[in-house]
């Protein structure tokens, strides 16, 4: 998967001169809706993923909120693993493997248990929130923890599956986002957003590993290329304070690799973004920026979008972080029309919500019920 002169990802490129696509005339809901932008497969693994609602904030009316969470497994991960696990079941592979913050987990885990295939997580031990390991369990996953952070995980499965680029004899097929395919199913965000409200002027993404954001980026580009539209939205890359290596990078202070990330956001607590070249091309060509937000403004965003009835977990909170923070900078203006990717759902780390002791009151007889309803 990496080019064996310049040691970059290799990527997948539709030939938008040979597309079949009429923008207009599309037909059925979720990413397969966009079948002829995506790799033709004989056979599908789908849950019905995407088709993600928009929410406009009450606070913010020309914020829309790009919710997610609704996906099967609650992340838009689950985008990218429909297009991933297919691929592998025409592989005829004896399963799939990830390293994982949670998320690619269980929607890895979910979708080999739909196509009937084993599936091994690598895990950061202690450093996934709770709801997503709940889902790996569930799924049937087989579960291996390691030391230290993401980036130890990520290492150790790139390292056993993948010698001089080729998937070696192993017979798992590796579904980490180095995976160009995954990135395909992705970037049906940007078709969606598109198809519902036209191109906004920015779009937030929280980033860890920086493959999301490209993959929206890239959905942009070629329907620029088709001419459905006639310019692409500015990217903003979000990272949280203490694992903001594209931060770094972005200002010129080193590398895009940082060692011990730190972040409340365990999703997207990540120091060597395996992306990190697509993410910051991503920003650069669309004429964005990377900024970082504290783990205090992230939480304080995650209960805004709660009083707004909407359920985000810390890391797709970064967005609406971002946005403020960008907005108090001056480089949005609240006239602005701005898309915030809320990337996962809010019960994908309960523990998170329920940190603080839980302000509620004890009551023992209809009457103390009545009194309170009263006042
Ligand atoms: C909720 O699950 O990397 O920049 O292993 O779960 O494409 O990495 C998760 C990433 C944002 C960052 N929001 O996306 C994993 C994993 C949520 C996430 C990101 C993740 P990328």
Redesign the pocket.
């Known amino acids: 998967m990496r080019c064996p002169r310049c040691g970059e990802l290799l990527d997948t490129l539709v030939d938008t001169g040979k597309a079949h696509i009429r923008w207009g005339e599309l037909r059925g809901r979720g990413v397969w809706r966009y079948r002829d932008l995506l790799p033709g497969l004989n056979h599908v693994v789908t849950m019905g993923e995407g088709s993600t609602p928009l929410i406009r904030l009450r606070e913010y009316p020309n914020a829309y909120v790009k919710f ?1 969470g609704a996906n099967p497994t609650g ?3 689950d985008r990218g693993m429909t297009v991933g696990a297919s691929l592998a079941v025409s592989l005829g592979v004896r399963g799939v493997v ?10 890895a885990a979910a979708y080999s248990a739909r196509a009937g295939l084993e599936c091994v997580v690598v895990l950061p031990k202690g450093n996934v929130a709770r709801g ?1 390991l709940a889902q790996s369990v569930l799924h049937g996953a087989r579960i291996v923890e390691v030391p230290g952070t ?1 980036d130890n ?2 290492e150790y499965v790139l390292d056993t599956v993948l010698s001089d680029g080729a998937v070696n004899d192993i017979n798992y097929y590796p579904l ?2 180095i995976n160009p395919w995954r ?1 395909e199913g ?1 970037k049906t965000i940007a078709f969606e957003i598109i198809e519902e409200i036209g191109v906004p002027d920015f779009v937030f ?11 929206i980026w890239k959905g942009f580009r070629e329907l620029l290329e088709l001419g459905v539209i006639d310019r692409v939205p500015r990217m903003i ?1 979000v990272q949280a304070e203490g694992a903001a290596p594209m931060v770094r990078y972005w200002r010129g202070l080193g590398e895009a690799r940082i060692d011990n990330p730190r972040t409340v ?1 365990s ?2 607590r ?1 120091g060597k ?1 395996v ?1 990190w070249f697509r ?1 910051y091309r991503a920003v650069k060509y669309s004429n964005g920026l990377f900024l970082e937000v504290s783990d205090e403004e992230i939480i304080r965003a995650q209960g805004m979008l709660g009083r707004e009835g909407v359920g ?5 909170a ?1 967005s609406l972080a971002g946005y403020l923070r960008a907005l108090k900078e001056g480089i949005v203006d609240v006239n602005d029309r701005v898309v915030l ?4 759902h809010a019960l ?1 780390d309960p523990d998170i919500l329920v940190r603080d002791n839980v302000q509620s009151i004890t009551i023992s007889s209809l009457e103390e019920l009545r009194r309170l309803l009263k006042t």
């Open positions: 997610e992340s838009f991960k990830v390293a994982s913050t949670g998320n690619t987990a269980a929607s997503k993401f995980a990520l980490n986002s990135l992705q993404v929280p980033v860890g590993n920086g493959g999301n954001i490209y993959a890359g956001a999703a997207i990540i973004p992306n993410a985000v977990e810390p890391a797709s970064a990717i809320a990337t996962g994908k």
